[in-house]
């Protein structure tokens, strides 16, 4: 039998990570008497017809030394973290857990929906997050991780919305008889790392039960703590109208500025200067690395408890249940209060500047105003109407921004499974589960800053002259989030054999499925701790710093989805009527109908052929249908929708765009108008479609015993993707221009129609002064079309002394075409700008007790197109190697030492950095100066684990 289990585990891990003896250990949990039921198919007891499913086992979770399940994934070349962090975005109020990407399709940190279904046991799990409904895999230890198995292929007619790039399958281990404790200590250049785990169960009759408990822990990491992360030089300019400099940051602390002219002719500029440490005019520019005090890694601490029951109720009716509880806090901190204050002639008048006491509007024009001064200040200010400065400033200790995101997650998942006789068997398989995740953000309030700076009571010159009542009320300030989400699912399958064929029985599995999802959020900026009773707001000296606000509001949306789906395989030829040719040829046919509440119904088919001409060869191909249903986090009630002013110059059009024609709309110069953002989510969000199909084979080489080769080539044309508009890109005009998007010249009926659509108002209304509305709420936007291959080889040997193995598992970048919007043509981004193959290889051997290992993970360097960097050029991204080595030893016998293991891992051996990319990214400043992957640096990490 337990060959057999082998010879199925292989069979349908066609893309298998993991080696042949591992796939056999994977499933040594399973029940003897039941067919293995794998990812991809409804049908028991086969691999899904003309897909691929790539296997990772419990001892190759061992291996890779994960203390997560985001960690795990980062070793799979098919999945966007690769070689990479798969860290939260726990500085941002949205994409708040570890959420996976197969393909690396885009929409993926924007929309509330993921392109990539995550599974647990085949079912699925409440989601969890600030703005997104995807669930978070971590709720997952490894340690109780009996296999993952990953399909990627679409997978809709399956399993429904989500699985347009795959499904990543959680399959937990089932039974457990005895105590097993175990924990990992691991440590690198200023990090650490602990996890621990006991678990324990009892078989007993036809009953078992066991429960298990995991803690685990890491610390942060900052830009700082690794040389490779740093602010390049970049060209920095300020207000419109003023020059652009090279520098590294001009957000320091002293400060900058940015000063220029603006007339009715040219701009004239009058250049930039440093501020001394009170405010005075100095000719030296400050610089500093904004990177050094922001996570690249964030704290994080995590309770998981899960336990499980099965019990045989009788001959023909077991019963099983599964529930979880995860505890989860992630801290992140970005460095300290830094932002930057424009005066200029719009900026001014917008927010109330002309009767500051910053500003004298009696100068004459054009003047020079050298003992012009604010009161307190002595830093001369912009003197008359024309003149515009940037100011650009930072205060306060390291850690002043910084954020804290805390989930709390629980799911019970019990199934029923009948056997009806005559080899038929139905399932009902439920779970429920609620999430609640918190997010609290503390930073500067921007529109009290802005207050505060009218009023004379905030310094942008020399923060620390501010007044103090001001200042504090400014920096008391949380980006909060709360939000509850519930899902119950249930669903029956019946599957079987209909009637014999020559070449097998034709089988198939029906089905229906219910599915109520609620999801809850509440978000705002918040005065700490009055998101339930709202406050009254703060005034200085008779100013209004923080406007009075009413308590949070919570949004409750709900929906359902109803639907039914079968599939159907057909063995046309198979071991009792092979023939040379044909040795296998087996078709299968799949559909499913979803119809959800609220957006409307979509019908996704899939089609797929396994063909074997001979024994050691297997061929296979599918095609199909998929969607991604639009989210409740993405309806327009879930988000704050809101109506910004600006004058900034990266909300303008370049200077080259200006007076051209762009998709058949000339482009008007700017003339110091001022621009309207919307944010939030567009109503009428829908459905992101799919169509996939892949061709591929599987050949066992029959001169190397043990050497098994896979590929497989996949295309993806993906559709109406939920996204944001770039609008900061210098692409955007060019991409967006003569779509809804972008609204020239708006009429007073569009301002007021946008303000009337928006619940947060963010500066005055500019009327006739509007240059733009920009409309960068969330919508369907994009379209991609990308194709790639798949490349596995598997080799193991047994020898005298053990074993020795072989794997590799790549993935190659073939095509990837994308579209901003519908209505403009796509662009070829494969030639350049990101890694287009990757893979991650294996060498190992087992001797008696003792299990070694070497792997090497590779991502390709690639050109840069157009080229980076200031004063420096940059052409191309080195490719990014790291080695890993791993070690353990069980012991043997009857003495106390049986089922004791001892492990060592060495992660990144040789303490590779990533590559160096010389474009500075001002939004994020955690990620700057590198690209092609993350590193913890040289991880050392020893384990153990003893059962009894």
Known sequence: MRFGIQKSLMGVSLLALAMPAYAQDAAEDEPKDKEIVVTGTLVRGIAPAGASVITVGNEQVAETGASTTAQLLQTIPQVGSFNDFQAPVAASNFVTTNRPNLRSLPGFTTAGASPTLVLVDGHRVVGAGI???????????????????????GGSAIYGSDAVAGVINFITKKKFDGIEIGGHYGFADKYDSWDASVTAGKTFGDASLFISYNYSQHSELHGRDRDWVFYPLDTIGGAPGSPSTTATSLLCSPGNVSAGFVGSGPATGLGFYGLTPTGARQATLNQCDASDDAS?????????????????????????????????????????????TNFGPSFLASFGFLSSPLFDANKAVGGSCPTQVAPGLIFPLPCNLFETQTVFWKFGPA????????????????????????????????????????FDGFNLNALGVNAAVSAGLFNPYNPSASNPAALAAIANNELYGDTRQRQLNTKVIVDGELFALPGGGVKVAVGAE?????????????????????????????????????????????????????????????????????????????????????????????????????????????????????????????????????NLSFLQPTAAQVGTTINGVVIPAVNGRQQIVLLGNRPGITKQTATTWSVGADLDVPFVDGLRLSGTYYNIDYRDIIGQPPFTTSTFYQN????????????????????????????????????????????????????????????????????????????????????????????????????????????????????????????????????????TTQNSVSAFNVVDLFFKYDFKGDDMLNGLSLSLNVNNVFDADPPVYLKQNGLTPGTNGFANGRTLGRLVQFGINKKF
């Open 131 to 153: 703005s997104v409904t995807t669930p978070d895999p971590d709720i997952v230890p490894p340690s109780l991780i009996e296999r993952v198995e990953i399909v990627p292929d």
């Open 296 to 340: 690249i890694y964030p704290r994080e601490k995590r309770h998981s408890v899960m336990a499980g029951m099965n019990v045989q109720l009788n001959d023909n009716i077991e019963f099983d249940v599964r529930a979880f509880y995860t505890d989860r806090l992630i801290t992140f901190s970005e460095g300290a209060f830094n932002g930057q």
């Open 399 to 438: 850690d002043s921004i910084n954020t804290r995101n805390h989930l709390k997650t629980w799911g019970v998942a019990p199934r029923f499974t009948a056997n009806l006789g005559g080899g038929w068997e139905a399932k009902w398989i439920s779970s429920y589960g609620e999430s609640r995740v918190r």
């Open 514 to 646: 219910y599915d109520f999802e609620h999801f809850s959020p509440r978000n705002g900026s918040i005065i700490p701790g009055t998101e339930n009773t709202g406050s009254n707001g703060i005034s200085v000296n008779g100013t209004t710093i923080i406007a009075a606000y009413g308590p949070l509001k919570r949004v409750n949306l709900s929906r359902n989805v109803k639907s039914a789906f079968g599939e159907l395989v057909v063995p046309l030829f198979g071991a009792d009527n092979a023939m040379t040719g044909f040795r296998e040829l087996t078709l299968s046919v799949a559909g499913r109908f979803d119809d959800y509440s609220d957006f409307g119904s979509t019908f996704n088919p899939k089609f797929g052929i396994t063909w074997k001409p001979f024994d050691a060869l297997r061929l296979r191909a599918n095609w199909g249908k998929s969607f991604v249903a639009p989210s409740l986090a993405d309806d327009e009630l879930a988000a704050v929708n809101s109506f910004n002013v600006a």
């Open 736 to 871: 967006f221009v003569g779509t809804p998007t972008i609204t020239l010249n708006p009429t007073q009926a569009q301002v007021d129609a946008a303000l009337a659509s928006s619940s947060q108002i963010n500066g005055a209304s500019c009327g006739a002064n509007c240059y733009v509305i920009i409309d960068a709420r969330k919508q369907n936007l994009s379209r991609v079309k990308i194709a790639g291959l798949d490349l596995v080889a598997n080799y193991v040997r047994l020898t005298s002394f053990g074993s020795v193995d072989f794997s590799f598992n790549g993935n190659i970048d073939l095509k990837r075409d994308q579209a901003a919007v519908s209505t403009v043509p796509y662009t070829d981004q494969i030639f350049a700008n990101a890694s287009r193959f990757r893979f991650r290889t294996s060498a190992g051997a087992q001797i008696s007790g003792l299990r070694a290992q070497v792997s090497l993970s590779h991502s390709a360097g690639y050109k840069l197109v157009p080229a980076v960097g200031v004063g």
